[in-house]
């Protein structure tokens, strides 16, 4: 089950904030975000586990009500090196037992000068 | 360099031709998956390996396409009979089991141009 993301594209001015949702139907193990700039693979920002946490690096942080299935990725004071798209990836205990990583379709974000 | 590594990084093929990719995960990994990515989409799950075994297989993916992981460390994924709307970009990721560790490691991809 695909987890849905929102906004779908965003565009900032330097030193703007701004927050990207991912909520999922299913019950979650995890909420994994990644940044991927154009022509580039994926890069890891950040997990969270259930149990409600919170983790930060830098200026971006996240967030993950495990009962709401929602996490949220908070980016303040952005910089020009935050432009790209960025995918949150649920991950669920399927009924194998084993687990799967599932991304959404990916929120665009623009920082202009 | 001790990263995810993917060949080749570009396929040319016309359509019904078989292709075949492979992967080579960070060697202390034992998660392996494969994901297809097009332009503008997020990376869409395809097949997930732990060790040698394939425990997870997306329903989406059709019977044209395979993957394996002999031994549990490389890996290959094959289209048979390949169609216009396979082309894409293949990432390949590996990750250790779980919780914190489990940080996916993305290669570069390799990309398929179906004429």
């Known amino acids: 089950q695909q987890p849905v993301q929102s906004p779908q594209a965003v565009i900032l001015r330097e030193g703007e904030d701004a927050v990207i949702n991912c909520s999922s139907s299913?019950?979650?193990?995890?909420v994994h975000w990644y940044r991927q700039k154009h022509g580039e693979a994926p890069i890891f920002l950040m997990i969270?586990?259930?149990?409600?946490e919170q983790k930060g690096h830098d200026k971006i942080s996240a967030s993950f009500n495990e009962k709401k299935q929602q996490s949220s990725l908070y980016l303040t004071a952005s910089q020009l090196s935050y432009s790209g798209t960025y995918f949150c990836?649920?991950?669920?205990?399927?009924?194998?037992?084993?687990?799967?990583?599932?991304f959404g379709k990916g929120t665009k974000l623009s920082v202009i000068p | 360099d001790t990263g995810v590594s993917q060949n080749p990084r570009h396929k040319i093929t016309k359509r019904g031709q078989n292709v075949t990719f492979r992967c080579d995960p960070i060697?202390?990994?034992?998660?392996l998956y494969w994901y297809r990515q097009t332009l503008g989409q997020g990376p869409e799950f395809l097949t997930y390996?732990?060790?040698?075994?394939?425990?997870?297989k997306s329903r989406l993916l059709s019977d044209r396409f395979s993957a394996e992981r002999p031994k549990g460390s490389f890996s290959t994924l094959e289209i048979q009979r390949t169609e216009q709307g396979d082309s894409a970009m293949y990432l390949c990721?590996?990750?250790?089991?779980?919780?914190?560790?489990?940080?996916?490691?993305f290669g570069e991809g390799s990309r398929l141009t179906v004429l």
């Open positions: 990721a590996s990750s250790l089991a779980l919780g914190t560790n489990g940080e996916l490691f």
């Open positions: 299913k019950a979650l193990y995890s």
């Open positions: 969270l586990l259930k149990g409600g």
């Open positions: 990836g649920t991950e669920m205990i399927s009924g194998a037992g084993s687990y799967q990583l599932t």
């Open positions: 060697s202390e990994h034992n998660r």
């Open positions: 390996f732990q060790n040698e075994a394939q425990l997870e």
